[in-house]
């Protein structure tokens, strides 16, 4: 039988087989899970960091992408998105992890959103060891695990400004930071070209 594929964010995540839980087994204490990790497919760089409006909460942002436009050439959009006004973003800077809160174990568990589609996932991400970051997606009873590869280096096309900042990647209105919130247009322009509109 062939486990059914889904996508959580630029990243395939293959589902386990029939009747697999969203349970975890014991892990030992999770180390922060704060940096630049390249997915398991190696199509997308994504920016883990405290989220502006709550620094207990993690938030995650694409600051690279493999294939930054469509076939004609266009920065991809997020055309799938449930906001309307949403829907002519880049993808390229967009938020994917979406204030996860953290659990006992030192774990962040909520949201990723998938500019795919335009639907969340549940998800639960944890760093056991410096180098890599535990991405654990769920849809409905289906979950499946990825190892994302921490990196320090800088390739063609990655934002490399500040979260909200000149040349970075731009935070969900609910996870700015209220300085952010005050000081930042309704549109803001992207290094792709596209304009993010901060409005629900």
């Not at 014991?26 to 883990?48: F, I, K, M, Q, S």
């Not at 998105?81 to 996860?100: E, V």
Request: overall charge positive; hydrophobic content about 35%; charged content about 20%.
């Amino acid at each position: 039988m062939t486990a059914p594929i889904y996508r959580l964010g630029t990243f395939a995540l293959v589902a386990v087989v029939a009747g697999a839980t969203c349970g975890r087994p014991e892990a030992a204490r999770a180390a922060e899970p704060y940096g630049t990790w390249l997915t398991e497919d190696g199509r997308a760089r994504v920016r883990t960091e405290r989220c502006g409006s709550d620094a207990s909460r993690l938030c995650g942002f694409i600051v690279w992408m493999k294939e930054p436009s469509d076939k004609d050439g266009r920065p991809k959009v997020d055309q799938y998105s449930p906001n309307t006004a949403w829907q002519s973003r880049p993808q390229m800077g967009h938020q994917m992890l979406l204030g996860l809160k953290p659990d006992a174990e030192g774990r962040f568990e909520g949201k990723i959103y998938n500019a795919e589609n335009g639907k969340s996932y549940d998800v639960t991400v944890w760093s056991d060891q410096p180098s890599a970051l535990t991405v654990k997606g769920c849809m409905l009873v289906f979950c499946a695990s990825q190892s994302w590869k921490r990196v320090v280096d800088l390739v063609p096309g990655q934002l490399q400004g500040s979260t909200d900042g000149q040349g970075g990647p731009v935070s969900d209105p609910d996870w700015m930071s209220s300085g952010a919130r005050a000081g930042t247009p309704s549109a803001k322009k992207l290094p792709s070209g596209g304009v993010v509109t901060h409005s629900r």
